[in-house]
């Protein structure tokens, strides 16, 4: 989580509806690559980090390192402190996490607890750059206003005692049909190339169904009420 580099660091921001397409589809072909290149053996570099993932999934067409994309946004998509589906949350750079972080959000359970899908966050069967779905993600701002949140960690089962400084969310409100479409077409392939591939050995992009438990994330958000919960800096 954070620590690495977009290696496409690049403005991508663009008005050219062919262009949104070739980003989304190139998304999905390097996701794709991702899952198939290691043929049963995962190597150490071979995870799938925070913003791929968050580009390919929110069709939010932003490039370069997690905490930049809030000054990218800027003019080019609409920008806010209220999460709504489909969003990006973007993280300030913080500690360890010093490129920042990325995740679209999946539902709004209430005006301060949402879930997320992102990458490269927890470290699960002792491999970094897992896929997590609906992960729940609890505002603990004094206002309100998502610029502070504590976020599941899977190896503790518990949300813990960190919090994460965000800049607040991006929205998709300036995407095109086509783009739209695009982003649709590479989730489902996304979906279907992972149960293609048997779990044995799998790459941690392989991983796309996964998600928190249920019973897990109530319990979660429980201790956190009551201040419960591990610590942890670092993933």
Partial sequence: MGRYFDPSNRDGGTSHMRHRVR?????????????????????????????????????????????????????????GF???AG?????????????????VVSNVLTDRVIQVSHANWSIIEGTRGQIENDVTVVDVSPTGDWSQVKVWYDPIR????????????????????????????????????????PQSGANPAQL??????????????????TGGGDDHTSH
Wanted: aromatic letters at 10%; a positive charge; proline letters at 4%.
């Fill in 208 to 225: 796309l169904s996964q998600a928190a438990n249920a019973p897990d994330r109530i319990a979660a958000l429980l201790q956190a009420v």
């Fill in 158 to 197: 518990d949300l813990g005692h960190t919090v994460y400084p965000t800049y607040g969310f991006i929205y998709q409100s300036t995407q095109s049909a086509a783009q739209s479409a695009a982003r649709t077409v590479a989730q489902t392939a996304m979906s279907q190339l992972a149960g293609a591939v």
């Fill in 87 to 103: 969003a990006v949350l973007v993280f300030k750079p913080n500690g360890v996490m010093n490129k920042g972080h990325v995740a």
């Fill in 82 to 84: 209220t999460p709504k």
């Fill in 23 to 79: 980003a989304a589809l190139g998304s999905l072909a390097m996701a794709g690559l991702l899952m198939f290149s290691t043929a049963g053996s995962a190597n150490a570099e071979d995870y799938l980090q925070c913003v791929p993932f968050a580009r390919m999934m929110s069709g939010i067409q932003l490039f370069g390192d997690a905490w930049t994309w809030w000054e990218k946004a800027a003019g080019k998509y609409s920008q």
